[in-house]
């Protein structure tokens, strides 16, 4: 999928979401497309997914609340 394809995937909701997210912050490393793509839905993203999702994700990138992870992706 292209960084397009995951940004309307994490931004439409859906059970695929999260891991459009977690595709993205892994691509955002290399790829400065998807890092700013990931940049734009960070917040509102984080938001939409449910609470275990949101813990996963912190869990992903290493941090307790998606503003001390915000910086790192």
Known sequence: MTN???TDLAASG???RGKAV???VDRAHSDDDAAARL???SRLTFEA???SEQADFLTYV???RIED???NI
Do not use: I, M, T, V
Request: charged share 20%; proline share 10%.
């Open 62 to 64: 290493q941090a307790e």
């Open 22 to 24: 977690f595709e993205l």
């Open 39 to 41: 940049g734009q839905l």
């Open 69 to 71: 992870a915000y910086p």
């Open 4 to 6: 397009e394809d995951l």
């Open 14 to 16: 859906g059970p695929y």
């Open 49 to 51: 997914l449910g609470h």
